[in-house]
């Protein structure tokens, strides 16, 4: 358990503090506008909904809920790197932020929204050879009829810092075979599945028959997720984000996950803001920079 939770009496009446899966803290929200669920772990979100509205968010059945464990779905953050680290096999996989405890700094309701504030520093869960820098991570979630997260990230060392990120955003679809990703038209992207290095571009939305795993660099413009099948889609508008990854395991790769239900592939797919590789972001002793996403759902 986190020894820094905040005093029940200093959250508002819509956050609460209560024991998740495996007994990991998460601050269930209960707003006007929206319904949240954030681990503490990670500042992990893992459910979001308009009032009244269903979870945007996709969330493996089989996820795993232990301490220091990524959990599979909803929103983890990829920080200070993205996918393995470039030099450091025994790193783990896209960071550490998303398997650390994150303290809940405030929480505070604004018109119908509820405002949390998650706050990470260097720890020495965090400093290692793979990234032994200084920093502070404010994480602020915005749950309202659209969900903000905002990722700012303070460069707290005495030498310059180098870091990747990602909001590695798991979306709910209906059918992954009937849904399309639009807005990144004609933008360069490495094809990560055919292991290319090589930049390529497509003509019209991105459309699924098989396992897909995109990093689109250079493009700030916002996504459109149209779940065919559903009716329904999610806009994506992103700030202070240069890169967008899109991801779909498809069938053999979710099979060799054991946290990803073998037939779960069809109801999911991955739209993450980003900045990494080409598009990392280098911060001088002291400055500070923030990568915005906001998730609207549209009938
Ligand atoms: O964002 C796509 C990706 O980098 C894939 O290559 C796959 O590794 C996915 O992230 C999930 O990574 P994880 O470490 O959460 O299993």
């Known amino acids: 358990m986190l020894s820094e939770m905040p005093e029940p009496s200093s959250l508002p009446p819509s956050v609460r503090i209560v024991p998740g899966g495996g007994g990991l803290p998460v601050a269930r929200v209960r707003g006007r506008a929206g319904v949240a669920e954030v681990y503490l772990q990670g500042a992990h979100v893992t459910a979001w909904a308009p009032t009244g509205g269903r979870s945007a968010l996709w969330m493996s059945s089989l996820s795993r809920y232990a301490p220091g464990t990524a959990l599979r779905g ?8 993205f996918g393995p680290h470039a030099s450091d096999p025994t790193a783990p996989a896209h960071g550490f932020a998303r398997r650390v405890d994150w303290q809940l700094a405030a929480a505070h309701e604004e018109g119908d929204d ?81 292991g290319g290095t090589a930049l390529a571009r497509e003509a019209g939305p991105v459309r699924f028959a098989a396992e897909t795993d995109r990093m689109y660099l250079g493009t700030r413009t916002a996504t459109t997720v149209t779940d065919g099948a559903a009716g329904r889609s999610v806009a994506i508008e992103k700030q202070g984000s240069s890169s967008t990854v899109v991801w779909n395991p498809w069938a053999a790769k979710a099979g060799a996950m054991a946290d990803f239900g073998d037939d779960e592939w069809t109801g999911m797919v991955c739209v993450e803001t980003c900045n990494v590789r080409a598009d990392a972001v280098r911060l001088a002793p002291g400055e500070s920079h923030t990568m915005t996403a906001v998730l609207e759902v549209a009938r």
């Open 74 to 81: 909803g929103v983890p953050i990829c920080f200070p790197w």
């Open 114 to 194: 509820v405002v949390l504030a998650f706050r990470l520093t260097d720890t020495e869960a965090t400093r290692s050879s793979a990234w032994p820098h200084r920093f502070e991570a404010v994480y602020t979630v915005t749950v309202g009829s659209r969900l903000t997260l905002s990722l700012q990230v303070t460069n707290r060392d005495s030498v310059p810092v180098l870091f990747e990120e990602a909001l590695h955003t798991y979306l709910s679809v209906q059918d992954i075979r009937a849904t399309t990703v639009s807005g990144l038209h004609d933008a360069p992207f490495i094809d990560r599945v055919a």
